[in-house]
Every structure is written in C-alpha cells, then in structure tokens.
C-alpha cells in the first residue's frame, strides 16, 4: 500500500522540515511513503531546502515549484494531482503526525474505505504546549459511515461538532486517489478556500461511498499560525461562511432535509454567528 503526502505550502520552509521529520520517525509500519509538496512561488528558501531534505529523509520528495502564487485552491489541487500513491494525505505544511500515525493507518486503510478522516492534537506555535488534547470532529468513537442514500447523509452530517467533519482541515483527509481523480472540479470554487471540500462532498454523495472515521487524534495542528487569520478572525468567518454556504446551496438545495442538517453543523460552528441558518 503506498501513500502520498500531498503538501500544498507557501513560505514555511522553517516548519516543513519539522514535518518531514515527523513521517521519518514513523515506525512499526509497512507502508509506502511518498512526499508531493507543491510550493506556491514561496520566497523563503523552500525551494533550495529540498535537495538538503532529499538527501536526509528515507523515502522521495516530489517538488514542485509554481511560477507565480496560484491562490490556496489551486495549490490544494495541484499537491494531490502530484501523488501516485493508492491513498493521498493531505496534509498542511506546519502541522505534524503524531507517533505511530502510520502504523494505526496502515490497518485501517487495508478496508479500503473511500474516505478517512482522524482528529486531531492543538497546540502552540512553537508544538510545545498542548491546548487541547483531542479535537474530535464527530460525536462518538471510531466508526465506518456508508453513503447510500439521504438518511446516511444525514446521519453523518447530524455527528459532526463542527466543519472539521465536513473536511475543513486538510491534515484530518485521507482520500483514496482514484475516488478524486473521478471527480470532475467545479471552478466556480477556485477562490473559496474550500475546493477541496467540494471533491469530498462529491465523493461521498455519489451514494456508493464509505468513510472510515477515526477518534484518534493523528496529527499535531500548529496553533496562532492560520494564513486565513492573517487579516484577523473576522476574516477567517467570512471565508467559512462564504464557502460553506455555496457549498449548501449547490449541493442541497433541492432537499430540504439535507440542507437543514447541513446547516446545523455550521450553527455548531460558531452558534453566535449562524443562528439564523438552521
């Protein structure tokens, strides 16, 4: 079994290295690792690291360097479409795995499921204090979700705590590759922020689909370092709102039940902000 990290990144080269090191000290696994990381014309000297890091890890480094800064969607797209691997990670350039991510993967991804989501560890800037132990995206443990029909969606959609079940953060995503390349993209989500979303809820409304959620916290999320909070969290709002609200309508719109359950996990969200979507 082979899988693709696919890293869409943008000046970060000084928290990349971290994260190559995390899958590195990967143990007790078989898998087949690669790394696809698809730079968005950083400045900071990404680009002349590779060869350092392709020299000091153990498994390859795809690279690939756009001309000019392609927006966030395009370079989300542009990492996965990089990997050759039977499953991609998605995975953001300042997080990192937890220990044994790997090992506890490769038993679960030997079912095969479509789709896997994992929570996921908070803390710091710096990875040194933990903020929060287990973000769970879902309420309940580990379970497999089958889509055949409205009321799996709903199910699913009525389990989440938040959008991180609805694919919000990339680092959660474990997708079986040939699932997205099926998928033909709607450009009209170039710019949301969230392109990457609309090719899950694609995948996963096709109604032959499984998700294998994981109540285990796999990743460490660098905390105080959102690109999207970078004009203040007002901003970072906007962005959930605007895309999740398109996504709503261009999915849901013509049944009313799927569009209000939906809804609601945009309400649990940040309720003070989304009372009226429910």
């Given at each position: 079994?082979?899988?693709s990290?696919?890293?869409?990144t943008?000046?970060?080269?000084k928290?990349?290295?971290d ?5 590195n000290?990967?143990?007790?696994h078989?898998l087949?690792?690669e790394?696809?990381i698809s730079d ?8 002349e690291?590779?060869?350092?890091w392709?020299?000091?890890f ?9 001309n ?6 395009r370079n989300?797209?542009?990492a996965?479409?990089?990997?050759t691997g039977?499953?991609?990670?998605i995975?953001g350039?300042?997080d ?12 679960k991804?030997a079912a095969g499921?479509?789709i ?23 309420n309940?443990g580990?379970r497999l ?12 959609f009525?389990?989440?705590n938040?959008?991180g079940g609805?694919?919000?953060y ?7 590759r040939?699932?997205?390349?099926d998928?033909i ?9 969230y392109?990457h979303?609309?090719i899950?809820?694609?995948i ?7 998700l ?7 990743v460490?999320?660098?905390?105080d370092?959102d690109t999207?909070?970078s ?6 709002i906007?962005?959930?709102f605007?895309?999740?609200l ?12 799927i569009?209000?359950?939906?809804g609601r996990v945009?309400t649990k969200e940040?309720?003070w902000?989304y009372t009226?979507?429910?």
């Amino acid at each position: 079994m082979k899988v693709s990290f696919c890293i869409p990144t943008y000046n970060r080269v000084k928290f990349i290295e971290d994260l190559l090191e995390s899958i590195n000290n990967q143990s007790s696994h078989s898998l087949i690792v690669e790394v696809c990381i698809s730079d968005n014309a950083s400045t900071d000297g990404t680009e002349e690291s590779i060869n350092i890091w392709r020299d000091r890890f153990n498994f390859p480094i795809l690279y690939q360097r756009h001309n000019e800064n392609i927006g966030p969607d395009r370079n989300y797209l542009s990492a996965v479409n990089m990997g050759t691997g039977d499953y991609c990670w998605i995975f953001g350039s300042d997080d990192i795995l937890t220990k044994n991510s790997l090992a506890l993967m490769e038993d679960k991804l030997a079912a095969g499921s479509d789709i896997y989501l994992c929570d996921r560890r908070e803390l710091d800037i710096s990875m040194t204090k933990i903020s929060n132990p287990h973000r769970r995206w879902l309420n309940g443990g580990s379970r497999l979700f089958s889509f055949s029909n409205e009321a799996d969606l709903i199910e699913y959609f009525s389990k989440c705590n938040s959008v991180g079940g609805l694919f919000s953060y990339l680092s959660s995503i474990i997708v079986k590759r040939n699932k997205w390349s099926d998928v033909i993209f709607d450009e009209s989500y170039i710019g949301t922020a969230y392109a990457h979303v609309y090719i899950l809820l694609r995948i996963i409304n096709n109604m032959n689909s499984t998700l294998q959620y994981i109540s285990l916290p796999l990743v460490d999320c660098r905390g105080d370092n959102d690109t999207f909070e970078s004009n203040g969290k007002a901003r970072r709002i906007k962005i959930d709102f605007i895309g999740y609200l398109k996504l709503r309508e261009d999915f849901y719109n013509n049944d009313t039940k799927i569009y209000i359950s939906f809804g609601r996990v945009l309400t649990k969200e940040r309720p003070w902000f989304y009372t009226s979507l429910a």
